[in-house]
């Protein structure tokens, strides 16, 4: 009667929204104050008042069958213009805005590139630990996910393990720099690695094999990291963007793909882009969301509450004996489970009323993931449960 696959993609509800009810439900029991829900990614930064300001700006300037009507199926010329010279300001690129494709955020974005890119029995690549989504959406796209585990000592892509998984049908790989859900940044000396094997595997097969770089949390870092614009590095290389966490909107559903010039046969990939939008359903990007990015473009919240977040937990996490991999963005920490079963972890952690992820739907067991885009206070109010814990695995 209807299609088994979306039955059960739509019937099963994935862990992270599972934890997350159960949080809300035993808030009600207990009180919100007393439940520590490191579970969703759901920015807790405001978005920044400049966003306020070019809504009301914009409702009281501009017409409002303009404001609110269909933008081009691409997007609006001005918002792709503004975007092409914001990172050209910023990355020494020659974007223009005939590069861009505004999207309903990061999802919308991979999943056309992934639908546009492919065809039947083509691989995408991905690195564990992965957003889960990323096999949802390859699938659906009608490609195969091919899983390559990152390196347990540092979290940073394992060269030599995605050398062997490239195969004649490799059609992409995708990398997410910051991570989620580890908050890895791949480091330059690792980009520059895989591009090679790239450029080496794309003259072996005598085929494309395409970069798309997921990098909603490019603008999450801390310290002095930076993280390499991957179309630098390597020409086929798309860009799938999403304002949902650098300017803290993620229910207003904005974001684009950038296909540069310098991809071969540009006018063929970005014409697939544009068909698989239209075969997606995803055109004309949210019309008043992109009026917003041009007015806000180079904008961010105040990331540096993740930061101060980031800070108080490594320091307890260090003091309690718990592992946790070199988090420089994002606002995940992905914590070594001191037990095989992460899973069993997280049902001890409960019992203090800490709600953590375990990492298995990352492709990554024995880990954690705690989202700390959570309120200073209620990380703070958290640390007694975090000790207590340690205790009962004897770390202190
Ligand atoms: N990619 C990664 C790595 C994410 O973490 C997320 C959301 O959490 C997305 C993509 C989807 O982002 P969006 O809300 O813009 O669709």
Same mark, same amino acid.
């Given at each position: 009667m209807v299609s088994n696959e979306m039955f059960d993609l739509g019937a099963k509800s994935s862990v992270i929204r599972e934890i997350f009810e159960y949080g809300k439900k035993r808030s009600a029991e207990i009180g919100r104050e007393n439940v520590f829900d490191y579970s969703l990614g759901n920015p807790s930064v405001p978005a920044p008042e400049s966003v306020n300001e070019a809504i009301r700006e914009l409702t009281l300037s501009m017409n409002s069958c303009d404001l609110h009507g269909y933008t081009s199926a691409v997007g609006d010329n001005d918002t792709r213009q503004a975007i092409a010279d914001n990172l050209n300001e910023r990355f020494g690129t020659s974007f223009s805005m005939k590069n861009f494709y505004m999207t309903a955020g990061a999802a919308a974005s991979l999943c056309i590139t992934f639908r546009a890119l492919t065809e039947k029995d083509d691989e995408i690549i991905i690195f564990a630990p992965y957003f889960p989504e990323y096999k949802v959406f390859i699938s659906s796209a009608g490609a195969k996910p091919v899983e390559v585990k990152c390196k347990a000592d540092d979290l940073q892509i394992d060269l030599e393990a995605f050398e062997k998984a490239? @195969? #004649?049908? @490799?059609?992409a790989v995708v990398v997410n720099s910051p991570n989620n859900p580890s908050g890895v940044v791949i480091n330059e000396e690792t980009v520059k690695g895989l591009c090679a094997i790239l450029e080496k595997k794309q003259k072996e097969y005598g085929r494309d094999i395409f970069l798309v770089s997921d990098e /909603? %949390?490019? &603008?999450? #870092? %801390?310290?002095?990291v930076t993280v390499p614009y991957l179309t630098k590095y390597y020409k086929n290389t798309i860009v799938c963007y999403s304002y949902s966490k650098s300017l803290s909107? /993620?229910?207003?559903r904005i974001g684009y793909i950038l296909v540069p010039? &310098? #991809?071969?046969n540009f006018e063929l990939v970005y014409k697939a882009v544009c068909g698989a939008g239209r075969a997606l359903g995803y #055109?004309?990007?949210p019309s008043l969301m992109q009026r917003v990015i041009t007015k806000c473009v180079g904008q961010t919240s105040d990331v540096s509450v993740y930061k101060m977040n980031r800070d108080i937990l490594l320091d307890a996490f260090n003091k309690y004996g718990f592992k946790v991999a070199k988090p420089d963005g994002a606002f995940y920490l992905f914590m070594k489970s001191p037990e095989t079963e992460a899973s069993a972890f997280c049902e001890k952690a409960k019992k203090y009323d800490l709600l953590l992820v375990p990492s298995d739907s990352f492709g990554f067991p024995g880990y954690v993931r705690l989202s700390y885009c959570v309120s200073t206070e209620m990380i703070k109010r958290s640390l007694p449960s975090f000790e207590k814990l340690a205790k009962e695995y004897n770390l202190i």
């Open positions: 490239i @195969t #004649v049908n @490799t059609k /909603p %949390y490019r &603008e999450l #870092v %801390y310290g002095d909107l /993620p229910g207003d010039d &310098e #991809v071969s #055109v004309c990007a």
